[in-house]
């Protein structure tokens, strides 16, 4: 069996992945979402960019066909050429097992190796801008194989990354051991009758395409890692004593949990309430909410603030704003849109002018994104501080009020999940902020209008859940606190 470097960055993310990557059904699989193919295809764009800047030799071989690929690839390598690209090396490993390496570069370096005075060292082009542990396992993994075929091995592999200091070194004498590790491992996962556990982690999962049959399983067996705060290292920390269901939790007593790893006494009881709240179905009062003097409560005018962002182009492209006037029972919509990257600036102070028509309106927004955005945005074009620090100090975090004093029968803290309990719908069933990253790329490309009415569609369901969320949540207090609305 052939164990490549793609299968042992996977294993590193998700154990379960690999197993049926390899002894799955294939049918079985979801198909590509656009966020997935715009990740393609970025990173070909970013090996372009980066094989542009160098002379390289490429082997001539038919994918598949990995023994005429690395004959191929060695008589590159007895030539000296500078950079070879995608070339393929072969090893024997455990019995049964070969492993098969194919560096995105192999850089020929001075040194004594069996080709002469010259060895070569991998380079791996990640699309990521930090030298991830996966990257510099996968580095050491390249090395290995390496190391048998040239008859000597590297001190030091790279990492190409997409920052403006692109070239990470990867020591090898430190990550070497780990990979070995982490492969004996894998190929023990591999020999398995069955795969791993499902365990749903949202980040991970939502670009896998095994991750709507994993889903199902979770939904079925009601398992622990669909509970928000229930983390690979919770999880293994409960495991340990055998609690697995939401009814052994939500019993459990938090002096049980609150010294272990990854808890602590306010984690602890947090979680048993969450659990709760899950069986129970209903909402609960978290332990140590949020003072009642913290709480807002409704204001005659408020404003709902969500932004879109193109983080490829460090681009905020589009600041939607939606204007609440109780006095009037009015609302209205307000779509700050940058057709171009270069009207960020535009963008920017058509908000600002909006917001200081209101200068006392509480600002409402759903995580802190936006309370970061708008000071990096007064940075960047050096907005006065007189126009910026009054703005910013009617920010009010939706998301933070809500996760700190009350637990939901929900399955995430994100917004569509919290809002779609309430009954709260999004115009386009698919949108996400994801695919709106997706479709201003394909706006930029084709000038298409419909990608932007979409996006700015979605921007105002954000803010409108994000209302629906306030109300609901000012409510949920004046009813547990007894606490007259403002």
């Given at each position: 069996?052939l164990?490549?470097?793609?299968?042992?960055?996977?294993y590193q993310r998700?154990?379960r992945?690999?197993?049926?990557d390899?002894?799955g059904d294939?049918?079985q699989?979801?198909a590509?979402?656009?966020l997935?193919q715009?990740?393609q295809q970025?990173k070909?764009?970013?090996?372009?960019?980066t094989?542009?800047?160098v002379t390289y030799?490429?082997?001539?071989?038919?994918y598949g066909?990995?023994e005429?690929?690395?004959a191929?690839?060695?008589?590159?390598?007895q030539?000296?050429v500078?950079y070879?690209?995608?070339g393929v090396?072969l090893a024997?490993?455990?019995e049964g097992y070969?492993l098969?390496?194919?560096?995105?570069l192999?850089v020929?370096?001075?040194?004594?190796?069996?080709?002469g005075d010259w060895m070569?060292?991998?380079?791996?082009i990640?699309?990521?801008?930090?030298?991830?542990?996966?990257?510099?396992?996968?580095?050491?993994f390249?090395?290995q194989?390496?190391?048998?075929?040239?008859d000597?091995?590297p001190?030091t592999?790279?990492?190409?990354?997409r920052?403006?200091?692109?070239?990470?070194p990867?020591?090898l004498?430190?990550?070497?051991?780990?990979m070995?590790?982490i492969?004996?491992?894998?190929i023990?996962?591999?020999?398995?009758p069955n795969?791993?556990?499902?365990f749903?982690?949202?980040?991970?999962c939502?670009?896998?395409?095994?991750?709507?049959q994993?889903y199902?399983i979770?939904?079925s067996?009601?398992h622990?890692?669909?509970?928000?705060?229930?983390?690979?290292?919770?999880?293994?920390q409960?495991?340990?004593?055998a609690?697995t269901?939401?009814e052994?939790?939500?019993?459990?007593s938090?002096?049980?949990l609150?010294?272990l790893?990854?808890?602590d006494?306010?984690v602890a009881?947090?979680?048993?309430?969450?659990?709760?709240?899950a069986l129970?179905r209903?909402?609960?009062?978290l332990?140590?909410?949020?003072p009642?003097?913290d709480?807002t409560f409704t204001?005659?005018?408020?404003?709902y603030?969500?932004?879109?962002?193109?983080p490829?182009l460090?681009?905020n492209y589009l600041l939607?704003?939606?204007v609440v006037d109780?006095?009037?029972?009015t609302?209205?919509?307000?779509?700050f849109?940058?057709d171009k990257?270069e009207?960020e600036e535009?963008v920017?102070q058509q908000f600002?002018?909006?917001v200081?028509?209101y200068?006392e309106a509480?600002?409402?927004?759903?995580c802190?994104?936006?309370?970061?955005t708008v000071?990096r945005?007064?940075?960047?074009y050096?907005?006065?501080?007189?126009?910026v620090r009054p703005?910013?100090?009617r920010?009010?975090?939706?998301?933070e009020q809500l996760t700190?004093s009350?637990a939901?029968?929900?399955?995430s803290y994100?917004?569509?999940?919290?809002a779609r309990?309430?009954?709260?719908?999004?115009?386009?069933k698919e949108a996400s902020?994801?695919k709106?990253?997706?479709w201003?790329?394909?706006w930029l490309e084709t000038?298409?209008r419909s990608?932007l009415e979409?996006?700015?569609?979605?921007?105002?369901?954000d803010?409108?859940?994000t209302?629906?969320v306030?109300?609901w949540?000012?409510?949920?207090?004046?009813?547990?606190y007894g606490?007259r609305?403002?």
């Amino acid at each position: 069996m052939l164990i490549n470097a793609e299968l042992l960055l996977q294993y590193q993310r998700c154990k379960r992945r690999t197993f049926l990557d390899i002894h799955g059904d294939k049918s079985q699989r979801d198909a590509p979402n656009e966020l997935l193919q715009k990740l393609q295809q970025d990173k070909i764009a970013h090996h372009l960019s980066t094989l542009a800047k160098v002379t390289y030799h490429q082997p001539d071989y038919s994918y598949g066909n990995w023994e005429a690929a690395e004959a191929a690839t060695l008589e590159l390598m007895q030539r000296g050429v500078e950079y070879i690209y995608k070339g393929v090396l072969l090893a024997n490993y455990f019995e049964g097992y070969t492993l098969l390496s194919r560096p995105d570069l192999l850089v020929k370096r001075p040194g004594k190796s069996c080709f002469g005075d010259w060895m070569y060292v991998p380079a791996s082009i990640e699309l990521g801008k930090r030298p991830k542990q996966e990257y510099q396992v996968v580095a050491a993994f390249h090395a290995q194989v390496l190391a048998a075929i040239q008859d000597f091995a590297p001190e030091t592999a790279w990492l190409i990354l997409r920052t403006k200091d692109r070239n990470y070194p990867v020591d090898l004498l430190k990550w070497t051991p780990r990979m070995q590790q982490i492969l004996e491992e894998f190929i023990q996962v591999l020999e398995l009758p069955n795969p791993p556990e499902v365990f749903i982690s949202r980040q991970k999962c939502n670009l896998c395409h095994w991750y709507s049959q994993c889903y199902a399983i979770a939904q079925s067996e009601k398992h622990l890692s669909l509970l928000p705060g229930v983390t690979p290292l919770r999880y293994t920390q409960l495991q340990d004593l055998a609690i697995t269901t939401l009814e052994s939790l939500a019993n459990t007593s938090p002096s049980t949990l609150e010294n272990l790893l990854g808890f602590d006494s306010e984690v602890a009881p947090k979680l048993i309430v969450q659990a709760q709240s899950a069986l129970e179905r209903r909402p609960l009062i978290l332990p140590y909410p949020l003072p009642t003097e913290d709480i807002t409560f409704t204001a005659p005018i408020e404003l709902y603030f969500d932004i879109e962002a193109q983080p490829d182009l460090d681009l905020n492209y589009l600041l939607g704003v939606l204007v609440v006037d109780r006095l009037a029972n009015t609302e209205q919509f307000y779509s700050f849109l940058a057709d171009k990257p270069e009207d960020e600036e535009l963008v920017w102070q058509q908000f600002l002018d909006l917001v200081w028509q209101y200068p006392e309106a509480p600002i409402y927004h759903f995580c802190v994104y936006e309370f970061d955005t708008v000071k990096r945005l007064a940075r960047l074009y050096n907005t006065p501080s007189s126009l910026v620090r009054p703005v910013l100090s009617r920010f009010v975090d939706v998301y933070e009020q809500l996760t700190q004093s009350v637990a939901l029968p929900v399955e995430s803290y994100a917004l569509k999940a919290i809002a779609r309990w309430l009954g709260f719908e999004w115009h386009e069933k698919e949108a996400s902020g994801a695919k709106c990253i997706y479709w201003y790329d394909q706006w930029l490309e084709t000038g298409d209008r419909s990608l932007l009415e979409i996006i700015q569609s979605y921007n105002e369901d954000d803010c409108r859940a994000t209302l629906t969320v306030k109300n609901w949540l000012v409510k949920f207090f004046q009813d547990e606190y007894g606490l007259r609305l403002a």
